[in-house]
């Protein structure tokens, strides 16, 4: 069963930092990827998802992907007091649904 | 924008009480999920559905039925309800493969 795990639980950073959130998984045959952010009493909202190795960007958000070292991970460059949420990473590995990770809350103090 | 409605809201049960729990969907996605979200768990799969017609296990089933009458609707059923089911329940719906998940605004059970 795919095991997905995610660092750290919570995480305080500045305004204008860069933070970065991670996430592994047990599944090598994992296909699809994607980081949710849930705003404090509402629902998770896909961020970004990305399905090949390597680096997507959009905006101040960047995944990486390493499916040799099951790992992932957001960047999120200039960080803003709004960025502030608890972060979902989910995996699609040979199953036939996403299993999220536990999440990382992260606050943005001004 | 997809959309995804759940009901009711809030919930107050008492234990051993039946609960069920519905959600709509206007995305015309084939699969829908439901979730609970407990700190320190993240969300866990209850029950997911390929179409109407069809309920599957997620990852901790017990205690709960589902059901899927319509390409639309997709229920949660707490046949009796126990103090450890309090918990916020999301339900989702998604394309296959690469798709994303939509998700409900949530519903918050409590059982006394």
């Known amino acids: 069963q795919q095991n997905v795990q995610q660092s750290p639980e919570s995480l305080i950073v500045p305004e204008g930092a860069r933070t970065s959130l991670n996430c592994t998984f047990s599944d090598s045959a994992s296909q699809y990827f994607w980081w949710y952010r849930q705003h404090s009493g509402k629902a998770p909202k896909a961020l970004m998802s990305i399905f090949s190795n390597g680096e997507k960007e959009e905006g101040r958000f960047t995944i990486h992907l390493n499916k040799a070292s099951l790992h992932f991970s957001l960047h999120i460059r200039d960080s803003q007091p709004s960025d502030s949420a608890l972060y979902l990473c989910?995996?699609?590995?040979?199953?036939?649904?996403?299993?999220f990770g536990t999440g990382t809350k992260l606050q943005v103090v001004p | 924008e997809a959309a995804v409605t759940q009901s009711p809201r809030n919930k107050v049960a008492v234990t051993g009480g039946k609960v069920t729990l519905s959600c709509n969907q206007t995305n015309n996605h084939n699969n829908m999920y439901w979730y609970r979200q407990d700190t320190g768990h993240g969300l866990r799969l209850i029950h997911y559905s390929y179409g109407a017609g069809s309920t599957e296990k997620g990852d901790i089933p017990d205690g709960y039925k589902a059901s899927r009458p319509s390409q639309e609707n997709f229920s949660l059923i707490l046949e009796l309800a126990t103090p450890s089911q309090t918990s916020v329940y999301f339900c989702?719906?998604?394309?296959?493969?690469?798709?994303?998940?939509?998700f409900g605004p949530g519903t918050r059970l409590t059982v006394l």
């Open positions: 989910a995996v699609k590995g040979s199953g036939t649904y996403q299993r």
């Open positions: 989702a719906s998604g394309g296959q493969g690469a798709h994303e998940q939509y």
